[in-house]
Each structure stands twice: as structure tokens, then as C-alpha cells.
């Protein structure tokens, strides 16, 4: 029997209502004891303030946030009072209150339907956004250098691109190691999985270890490492055993890359990875056009000026082509393939554009650490609830209109409904939520729709979803 838009939307409300209404929330201060005896300012005025006001805790002046605590929850309280209110405790609780939303896979309970979906049972995108804040809480919030600046914010994330479901987090201090976090995720691969992450996590022994784990990857190759191929001419010690320095040549890329034409792919077969390690995998090259060319050196020359980043000099020679690697059959990703998969990485830059612009996430003042860490914690919990509705809402407008949902638009429109799904949440009533998130629904089906950009793939494109699309609505160039 098929289940209808509205019991869907009815059964994630109730998700929701269960770790997000008033008794839950009270419990959860309790267990954390960031309430300890009766008062007026309890763990749901904290979580109203921090989360379904989206006001930003760290830069909005104290006086300005106590009046839109009374203006919603009718609780007055003076500065100083709400001031001495976000300590360790209120971390703590918010740190809890997140970490048990992200447990519960708010995200969609289906996957989309791809031209992937029986090879890969997960797509996990890894990649991280740093952003600075001030110097007095370099003590906490180490930064990576940079711009005159000692102190940063780093936070990583990995999520599933085909649910939705938010996998790993972590949020440290602006010179925290990537490749570090990413070892850490191993744990957590399943059988089926495909992982896609940035260059700052790359690392031959973690690839290693997903290949031996049945998961799949697609991974640009850092050119400090060299790539083999077996010597069809070894040479032979008297005894007949081979001399090592003999069995395996090292591939010239300079070579390789001067007989490619722009926007041309090239597998090299039969290749290993690392002059030590040896991984076997696919070797894929793609030669830049002259306008990918051309952003790529101008984005090197700012990280070198700006950044204090130092390119060797083959890097800069190699700077026209992408070297891919991976482990999946070419029967599965041809190699034409390779590159369109790899660039599904970039839907991670949306996430985190979206996270800057509509919560303000890297928007900081001098304040005390206590503060800022609400403000972080608080605002995670409101783009978890903002994602899973996004993912809910772009898994049933592909089943049942067979539309396209933008991501940007999404974020926009949803967090517009905050003040509404604050209001059932209190009122503790799971129907009127869901008449809610059927507003909601209608309303993304009209004007949420993905606006496609002359001759640019989006990620329904590289997946291979069948949805409706017609090229008036493509902007030519």
C-alpha cells in the first residue's frame, strides 16, 4: 500500500516532536544539568533562543537577544543574567541535544533513485570549512595561519548525498589535521559505500583500508606521490629472484599531459600508487580547459600571496591536468565518468555556503568561548532540522512531481518557517506540524525548482535521475 505526501510528513513530525518538544527538551536539561532546580530560564528557552529564533548568539548584543526572549517566550531577564546563563552546561546540553538529533538519521528514510543506486550504497562526501574568529579565544580555537589571524574555527563534515543523512562531524580549532578526522571516519564505512573527499584528507594507507573493506573511491592524487607501472623487463639476480629496483617503472605525467588536448580524459591501466605502498587502482587524467586552466592559477597565486601556501614546482607544472584515482570498475565509471563523479565533491561547497550565508555561522564578535560555542552548537541543530526537511522535501518532489529541488532556494524557504515549526513544537501538537510541512511541500514544488546554468551538470545530472527538465529553463549562454 502505498504511503501518501502526508503520512510521510506526518511520520517525520513525529520524529521531530519526540526530541524536540518540551518534556524532552526539560529531561535532556536536566540529564545535563544545565537545569538543576526550578527556574524560569529552562532548557527550552535556550533552545528557542539558540535555534528557532536563528538569531547569531555570538555577535547579536546581549540587550537585543533578552528582548526577543520575552517578545516569543514571555521570559525577561536581564544581560548580565542571560550572560552568566551560557556556560559549560549550556554547551553541554546543546552539544547533547545535537549529537542524539544526529544519531536518530533525521535524513530521508529512501534513497533517490540513480543510475548508482545498486552499486553504491552510500556516496559520502568529506570536506571541512574553517572560518576566523577573534584573537582573544586563540587559546581554545588555535587558527591555521593566514591573513594576521591566530584564531579559527574548523568544523568537518561527511554526509550521505543520496539521503541526506548527516554521517560525521567535528568541530575544532582552525589548524586541526583533515587527514587526521578522516582516518577517524574509517569506523564507520559499510560494504558499498563510495567515499569522495578533498585533497586535505588524502592519505595511500586510508585508501588502502577502504578497498580492503569493500568500499569504493574516487580521490584526486596529491603529486608528491608517484605512480607505477610493472616492468614487462625486470631484471634477475644469478638466483633468479628479481631485483627490486627493476619490477615496477615510474609513469612520466609531464609526458602523458603534453599529448592530452584540452578536456581530454586518459586512463592509464595496470597502475600501483606510492613508491612504498604500491595500492593498485585506476589512473585517470583529465586535461583542464584553457578557462579551468586559467582559474586554477589564479586561485594558486592568492593561496601563495594570501595564504602563505608554497606550490613545488612540478605541482605548477602539472598544474593543467587533474589526476583522479579509484578503485571502481571501469564497467561501472568509465573513465569519461570519473571526473563528472568526483565533482559531486563541490555539493559539499553549497552546504557550507548556505550554512555562511543563512545562519551566519562564521559571523563572530569578541565574546567569551562559552557563548561562541552555544552559538555553534545552536545553529547546528537548526541546519540539521534544515537538511533533513530538505532532503524529506527533494526525495517526495522527485517521487511524486519529478522536480529538481535546489538546495539554496530550500535552505531559504525552510528556515522562513522556523517561527511556525516553533510554535507546534510548544504547542506539542504533531498534526498541525505536518499541516506545516504540506505548506511547506506546495509551496517548494512551486518556486523551489534548480535553475540550470548553460552546459552545467547538476547533481540529478551526474546521477543520472530521471526528472522533468526542459531546456526553457536553462540559461543560454
Known amino acids: 500500500m502505498k504511503v501518501t505526501t502526508k503520512e510521510e510528513l506526518h511520520l517525520f513530525s513525529q520524529v521531530l516532536q519526540k526530541y524536540l518538544s518540551p518534556t524532552e527538551v526539560e529531561r535532556l536539561a536536566r540529564t545535563t544539568e544545565f537545569v538543576r532546580r526550578t527556574s524560569k530560564y529552562r532548557g527550552q528557552e535556550l533552545v528557542t533562543l539558540c535555534v528557532w529564533l536563528s538569531h547569531n548568539l555570538a555577535s547579536t548584543s546581549l540587550t537585543q537577544l533578552c528582548s526577543e526572549l520575552e517578545a516569543t517566550t514571555e521570559i525577561s531577564m536581564s544581560p548580565e543574567g542571560l550572560n552568566q546563563r551560557l556556560n559549560e552546561k549550556a554547551v553541554a546540553f546543546l552539544r ?9 538519521e533525521l535524513g530521508s528514510s529512501s534513497s533517490i533513485p540513480s543510475v548508482y543506486q545498486n552499486h553504491f550504497l552510500r556516496i559520502r562526501i568529506l570536506d571541512s570549512t574553517t572560518f576566523q574568529v577573534p584573537d582573544s579565544l586563540t587559546e581554545h580555537y588555535p587558527g591555521a595561519g593566514g591573513c594576521g589571524h591566530t584564531a579559527g574555527v574548523k568544523i568537518q ?11 560525521n562531524m567535528d568541530i575544532g580549532a582552525g ?18 559505500d563510495l567515499c569522495i573527499r578533498d585533497l586535505g584528507y588524502f592519505s595511500l594507507e586510508d585508501l ?27 631484471a634477475f639476480f644469478q638466483d633468479g629472484t628479481i631485483k627490486k629496483q627493476t619490477e615496477y617503472l615510474p609513469l612520466d605525467l609531464e609526458e602523458i599531459m603534453h599529448g592530452m588536448q584540452p578536456g581530454e580524459t586518459v586512463e592509464v591501466r595496470d597502475t600501483y600508487i606510492g613508491r612504498y605502498q604500491k595500492l593498485p587502482a585506476r589512473v585517470i587524467l583529465y586535461r583542464l580547459t584553457e578557462v579551468q586552466v586559467k582559474k586554477r592559477r589564479k586561485d594558486q597565486a592568492y593561496k601563495e600571496k594570501k595564504k602563505g601556501m608554497k606550490y613545488s614546482d612540478k605541482s605548477k607544472r602539472l598544474t593543467e591536468i587533474n589526476v583522479y584515482i579509484t578503485n571502481i570498475a571501469w564497467e561501472i565509471v568509465p573513465k569519461e565518468h570519473v571526473h563528472d563523479l568526483y565533482s559531486l565533491r563541490w555539493q559539499v561547497e553549497i552546504v557550507f555556503k548556505t550554512w555562511k550565508s543563512f545562519f551566519q555561522m562564521d559571523r563572530c564578535k569578541d565574546v567569551k568561548r562559552e557563548r ?15 537538511s533533513s526537511t530538505l532532503f524529506r522535501m527533494r526525495e517526495l518532489l522527485l517521487r511524486e512531481k519529478q522536480k529538481e529541488l535546489s538546495e539554496y532556494k530550500a ?6 518557517y522556523f517561527p511556525l515549526f516553533h510554535q507546534a513544537i510548544q ?14 511541500f506546495h509551496l517548494l514544488g512551486k ?13 540529478f545530472d551526474i546521477l543520472g535521475v530521471v526528472y522533468e527538465y526542459t531546456i526553457s529553463n536553462a540559461k543560454v549562454a
Open 96 to 104: 547533547e541535544l545535537f549529537a542524539r538529533l544526529l544519531k536518530i
Open 157 to 167: 563534515l561527511e554526509y550521505d548525498l543520496h539521503s541526506g543523512q548527516f554521517l
Open 175 to 192: 589548524k586541526k589535521n583533515d587527514k587526521t578526522f578522516g582516518t577517524t571516519c574509517l569506523s564507520t564505512l559499510r560494504p558499498g
Open 208 to 234: 588502502d583500508q577502504m578497498d580492503q573493506r569493500g568500499v569504493s573511491y574516487v580521490s584526486r592524487l596529491k603529486l608528491n606521490n608517484r605512480i607505477y607501472q610493472k616492468n614487462s623487463e625486470p
Open 372 to 386: 561562541l560555542e552555544c552559538h555553534l552548537y545552536g545553529q547546528l541543530i537548526a541546519i540539521l532540522i534544515c
Open 411 to 416: 535552505f531559504y524557504t525552510i528556515q522562513t
Open 427 to 440: 504547542q506539542q501538537n504533531t498534526q498541525a506540524y505536518t499541516k506545516i510541512l504540506l505548506r511547506l
Open 447 to 459: 518556486n523551489g525548482r534548480k535553475s540550470h546554468r548553460y552546459k552545467k551538470k547538476t547533481i
